[in-house]
């Protein structure tokens, strides 16, 4: 049986969790794709600690780079992330002729285009299965399972701290940052929570899908991203009182040739899947053209779920090097240089989700409906809420609006003109509706 | 650009679509999969009758086996059905030295450990993508983004018809032969529907589904099959009141050497990801030992999904065609020559939905569940429910019972000796909780 080497760039708990399954089921691995995967090292700065799994000492290396360029090694996973030495042990790799698996969506983002290039000038495998959803094989889906389609929209939950915080927050109805120093203590949100909460993460992700929906590259900073920090409990319990649940959802969507990406705490009906969709779990909803809605579903992160994904593509790249094919990665233009432009932020339409503080004044509610009216915006529904003391004290009662489709620009543009007007307290609140 | 040539055998609903779909998707598909997918003919006994599809005259033939042939095509795409025209062209065109595509679930079940030998004999691909929950890409989820996964369970709702008939009755309270007609009506159901609704179709797809996952073959007739005909639309209330609706699910789950594979109309936990699949929707529950439970969910028929899947393995197939190297298909050896054996059917644990109708005496509810006890069976509810007034005059009262996980053997001889008894007017029924 033919053998493909594999070096294993980071011991941290993706890397354990990697050289872990490859070794413990190996004979699985074999059975299933016909060619033994051997695991040929471990490189960490710190292979002293005890990582929990049961890596023959001989396998662990402090040089990086050297693992990854000795002549049995096939494959090089990177699983150090960052874009420092990730990058240069990746380039090296490439150089040498070698094929890449790794999960580093910041690396990714960042240097894509010129290792893709690389990669196929050598004609080898850049395999990132693992930088979005975890275990669940969505890029496959996206590469292999809808090639025939194409696809017209996802909506996807794939951080799973902010799934995490916001299902949370639904369930108790509980404040935004102590929900967040729960699920710090417990593991799930980092010391730093920024790139979970603030939307970062979900917004490489969804890059990353577009990239393989449409053949673009997005660059993250065109991607209009709302993160979930500070959300106010109150819009949670409104919105489930109302019949939704707010998840933060990542969009892509084409409109023609205009592609609408963009990351916002959404109002997702409670009888949609992605209602459902709880805890640390992920989700993508695809719509292809052929296959209509498809959904995947499962655990986005965790070192299990990780690395069933990485093993899943050095799979992959083993076959490809054992018979000689490594399928070249294309390279994917910029968005601006390609067929699509992207959907101006302003230009995407939405039901949208309105919380204003109104002047408890007669004829108040009249003047903001006939204000949202001149901007095109028509009310769904609409409901006042029990003022507080202190807000009744103040002269103020909260109202909550859903409208009609609406243009985002018409909506801001519609609030500013309602806050000139002092017909509320300060700038109203509002959020999509899916 | 490398061209790859396509012959469909069938020019039915499928075939239609799959034709449609390569031709007016060929530019998608050949910047997706860099190579042009090129359909040489497409072959049926009748080639007069619109299709609905815009196919050149020139293309259709009438001579399968001679379209099958042509030196000119690589993969000969098999969906006229059944298992006789249809074996002959997959093992012409396999001793050719074409890839095959089809998604004949009756020729697999039939003649799949043949038709695989022979491919690897003559080193080229037979993929049935479609076969499983149309245009949902759950067999390449099996076959690649889980082979690191030792698989614990699958859970599925493979058959359409059914799901359909399901929801509407749980929605409706309408009886099974009601909506059966209306499902007739509306083509989600055929003139002769017992292949769905006696659960033989779902049985097909768990056994290709358990071939993935385990690697053996599961003959069809050691399947424990029990389908939804006649369900009575009282079963469906009860459950709804219990929280429960009720699904036909398809089971594969490993206990160490045993795998038990079975399909049988279940309660789910409303709660469950799986209650809330729907209408003609499909969905997979996958346990993986590293992923934990993924989920694959879409429509599982209809033209456009399916042929979405079998364009997918057309392109898959094409590009080892294009390099080369075909995967073989590996002969999967027979559950009695592998490591696995069937669970019997008795051996299954499950909790248990037992409705009886119960002689209105004093005493007689203590006499069954000391019945139920000395076979081990333990109660976890229990409700006695409005008796009609036939059912009064005739002095039985319908009463329903969950147990804790049971045998389902010791069920079946506990029913069996409370029926004897004559406590009860007839012999109780019984379902699956999941």
């Known amino acids: 049986m033919r053998e493909v080497g594999v070096g294993i760039i980071g011991f941290g708990t993706v890397g354990a969790g990697v050289a872990d399954g490859l070794l413990r089921e190996a004979e699985l691995i074999s059975r299933r794709c016909g060619l033994r995967v051997a695991l040929r090292g471990v490189a960490d700065l710190d292979i002293g600690r005890d990582r929990g799994v049961a890596v023959p000492r001989e396998l662990l290396t402090t040089d990086a780079m050297a ?26 790799a ?48 996206l590469r292999d399972g809808l090639v025939a389609n194409d696809i017209r929209a996802m909506h996807g939950i794939l951080n799973g701290t902010c ?11 509980s404040g935004f940052d102590e929900v967040l120093a729960d699920a710090q203590r417990l593991g799930y949100a980092e010391a730093n929570p920024s790139l979970d909460i603030d939307g970062f993460d979900t917004a490489h992700k969804i890059c990353i899908l577009a990239s393989l929906a449409y053949g673009v590259t997005v660059p993250l900073d ?35 040739d205009r592609l ?24 993508v909803l695809v719509d292809g053209s052929m296959t209509g809605d498809t959904l995947y579903y499962g655990k986005g992160a ?25 399928r070249a990665a294309e390279p994917l233009p910029r968005i601006d240089e390609s067929p699509y432009a992207l959907l101006a932020p302003e230009d995407c339409v939405s039901r949208f989700y309105i919380r204003l503080m109104v002047r408890d004044d007669c004829g108040m509610v009249g003047r903001f409906a006939t204000i949202l009216g001149a901007h095109g915006v028509s009310i769904f529904a609409a409901s006042q809420h029990e003022a507080s003391e202190a807000q009744r004290a103040e002269g103020y009662v909260p109202v909550v609006i859903l409208t009609q489709p609406a243009r985002a620009g018409d909506i ?10 002092g017909i509320v307290r300060s700038m109203p609140f509002h959020l999509c509706i899916l």
Chains 1, 2 share one sequence.
């Open 67 to 92: 693992l990854a360029l000795r002549p049995d090694v096939d494959v090089v996973v990177e699983l150090i992330g960052g874009t420092g030495v990730a990058a240069d042990v990746i380039r090296a």
């Open 94 to 141: 490439l150089e040498a002729g070698k094929s890449v698996v790794t999960a580093n969506k910041k690396l990714l983002a960042e240097h894509g285009a010129a290792l893709f290039a690389l990669a196929r000038k050598k004609g080898v495998d850049l395999y990132f299965g693992a930088s979005v959803g975890g275990g669940i094989p969505i890029i496959r889906a």
């Open 163 to 173: 799934n995490y915080i916001l299902t949370r927050m639904a369930r108790e109805g």
């Open 222 to 256: 065109r991607v209009t991203v709302q993160g979930i920090r500070g959300l106010n409990p109150v819009d949670v319990r409104y919105a489930g009182e109302l019949g939704y649940v707010i998840k933060l959802l990542a969009v892509c969507k084409a409109h023609g």
């Open 260 to 283: 609408e990406v963009r990351v916002n705490p959404t109002l997702v009906p409670k009888d949609h899947t992605l209602a459902s969709v709880n805890d640390v779990f992920n989700a």
């Open 302 to 326: 965790g070192r299990e779920a990780t690395a069933s994904a990485v093993i899943s593509d050095i799979v992959s790249v083993a076959r490809h090097v054992a018979v000689g094919t490594p």
């Open 412 to 421: 801001v543009a519609a609030l500013t003109e309602i806050t000139e007007q």
